[in-house]
């Protein structure tokens, strides 16, 4: 089983939708959370950390489940510039080292639609 | 450009021959990070820098991978007798020790193709 699992999707959704992307994660040591977004044959960009508490940035919503060990994210009123790669990603401290190590989710694909 | 940079962007090379890709990190960063991303993958840890210290090595990263973080600054990966399955983009970042170290800053990757 992957660390951490995303439907992989695409979701195909009209400019104006709501949508909602879902991601499990089997670590429980994992300590903070993340979704980057990737554009095509471009890097990874973090998007927003995730609190327990749920936070906000304009039109983006995310949350965390600790006990079910579930992130989502909401995108409201999707743009066209919205269509991207969403990465959900779990960090953990790695033993002595002082690493903090990221985990990716293998995206999941959002094509927003004229 | 005050990000991370990395160099070649794309790198085509025969079965058998080695590489070398640079990355040259945020300035006041002083850890580093390679990461191997394949397609329809998210990226997958490589190895780790503190300084010029190497401090961990995944077990993705074989004998034919070696890199360096001579001087703390820029880090070098090699990659002896390149495979087919070598290929894939290869991502370099970097973040702080102190503050909010798990925001690692990307660079843009060097593509690399074994044919």
């Known amino acids: 089983r992957k660390e951490v699992e995303q439907d992989p999707g695409p979701f195909n959704v009209p400019e104006g939708a709501t949508v909602a992307f879902n991601c499990t994660y089997s670590?429980?040591?994992?300590?903070?959370f993340f979704w980057y977004r990737q554009d095509c044959r471009k890097e990874p960009k973090l998007l927003m950390s995730?609190?327990?508490s749920g936070n906000e940035d304009g039109r983006f919503t995310a949350q965390l489940n600790r006990a079910s060990q579930y992130i989502s994210l909401l995108i409201r009123d999707s743009k066209l510039s919205d269509s991207a790669t969403y990465l959900c990603?779990?960090?953990?401290?790695?033993?002595?080292?002082?690493?903090?190590?990221?985990?990716f989710g293998s995206g999941t694909r959002l094509q927003v639609q004229p | 450009d005050t990000g991370v940079s990395q160099d070649p962007r794309h790198k085509i090379t025969k079965r058998g021959q080695n590489v070398t890709f640079r990355c040259d990190p945020i300035?006041?960063?002083?850890?580093l990070y390679w990461y191997r991303q394949t397609l329809g993958q998210g990226p997958e840890f490589l190895t780790y820098?503190?300084?010029?210290?190497?401090?961990?090595k995944s077990r993705l990263l074989s004998d034919r991978f070696s890199a360096e973080r001579p001087k703390g600054s820029f880090s070098t990966l090699e990659i002896q007798r390149t495979e087919q399955g070598d290929s894939a983009m290869y991502l370099c970042?970097?973040?702080?020790?102190?503050?909010?170290?798990?925001?690692?800053?990307f660079g843009p990757g060097t593509r690399l193709t074994v044919t």
């Open positions: 995730v609190y327990s």
């Open positions: 820098f503190q300084n010029e210290a190497q401090l961990e």
């Open positions: 970042a970097s973040s702080f020790s102190r503050g909010q170290p798990y925001e690692q800053y």
């Open positions: 990603v779990v960090n953990k401290q790695v033993g002595d080292t002082g690493r903090r190590a990221l985990t």
């Open positions: 670590n429980s040591a994992s300590q903070s």
């Open positions: 300035s006041e960063h002083n850890r």
